[in-house]
């Protein structure tokens, strides 16, 4: 046997496993010779060596002959590891840099120091959150960084700006989104109340909303700037209200299931 094949690993491997005759090997030569030729091994802890960055060549025996395929290499398999919980995101409308929000990126750094309420969350993960208070707190960031710990924790997260929510059921196909939700086991909705309110925001989306989330047991995260006793009542006195009775009875279910669904926080 040529002894450059033999002393090859993956050949001898092949060779060994097959038990494959000196005749196939001569058969194969040109193969071998090309798998040598250009097989690279990387090292992990030195960049990544292969001509396709990330993917090294492979060698196959099938059917008397050697083949070969392309596979990731340990740089691309440390990479596909780390990344692999950003499939867990069924839907978000943040910018990609947000996915890798560190909690010391946090301006308001100390609240999370002060208050252990979402770490306690984060263990437990039984309720949802109704987060509140004034604007420029941090809530979106809070929400954001919850979002991600969630997705890290395997949950399928669907993550929207409300007011950007509500615009993308208004451009049409609203059933792709709904189904999105469908398919999420935690929803994060940012800046609840912001948006223009109506009587066909709150009694076509917003409580449909909630009531998918009590029927399919949801996790819910919500940020606002609003009490919910603010919030009811600009429900209450949504756009276009035609009967008073029906206003009345749809904003105090929506702030009774937020307050089913929800622990509410207020950041201060
Ligand atoms: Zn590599």
Same mark, same amino acid.
Do not use: H, S
């Given at each position: 046997m040529d002894n450059k094949f033999s002393t090859d690993i993956s050949i001898k491997e092949l060779i060994d496993k097959h038990n494959i005759s000196k005749e196939i090997i001569n058969k194969n030569k040109l193969i071998l010779t090309k798998y040598i030729n250009n097989h690279i091994d990387c090292d992990i802890k030195k960049p990544c060596k292969q001509n396709k960055k990330g993917f090294k060549s492979l060698l196959i025996y099938e059917n008397k002959r050697f083949y070969i395929k392309f596979d990731s290499c340990v740089h691309?398999? %440390?990479?596909?590891?780390?990344?692999?919980?950003?499939k867990n995101y069924i839907f978000y409308d943040f @910018?990609?840099?947000?996915?890798?929000?560190?909690? =010391? =990126?946090?301006?308001? #750094?100390d609240f999370f120091k002060r208050n252990d309420q979402f770490n306690k969350f984060l263990k437990k993960i039984d309720k949802g959150l109704y987060i509140w208070g004034d604007s420029n707190m941090g809530k979106t960031t809070i929400s954001l960084l919850l979002s991600n710990k +969630? &997705?890290?924790?395997?949950?399928? !997260? /669907?993550?929207?700006?409300? $007011?950007? /929510?509500i615009s993308l059921l208004k451009e049409g196909s609203p059933q792709i989104y709904w189904n999105k939700i469908k398919k999420s086991q935690v929803v994060i909705l940012d800046d609840v109340g912001s948006e223009d309110i109506s009587k066909w925001t709150? @009694?076509?989306?917003? +409580?449909? +909303?909630?009531?998918?989330? !009590?029927?399919?047991? %949801?996790? *819910? *995260?919500? =940020?606002s700037n609003y009490s919910l006793k603010k919030l %009811?009542? #600009?429900?209450?006195? &949504?756009? =276009?209200? $035609?009967d008073n009775e029906n206003a009345k009875i749809n904003s105090s279910k929506i702030i009774n299931r937020i307050e089913k669904l929800c622990e509410l926080i207020k950041i201060q």
């Open positions: 691309q398999k %440390k990479y596909l590891k780390q990344n692999q919980w950003k @910018d990609d840099k947000y996915l890798n929000i560190k909690q =010391n =990126n946090f301006k308001n #750094n +969630l &997705a890290k924790k395997n949950f399928k !997260v /669907f993550f929207c700006n409300w $007011t950007n /929510f709150r @009694d076509e989306i917003m +409580l449909p +909303l909630l009531n998918l989330c !009590v029927m399919q047991n %949801k996790l *819910i *995260i919500i =940020n %009811k009542f #600009n429900y209450l006195n &949504a756009k =276009n209200n $035609t």
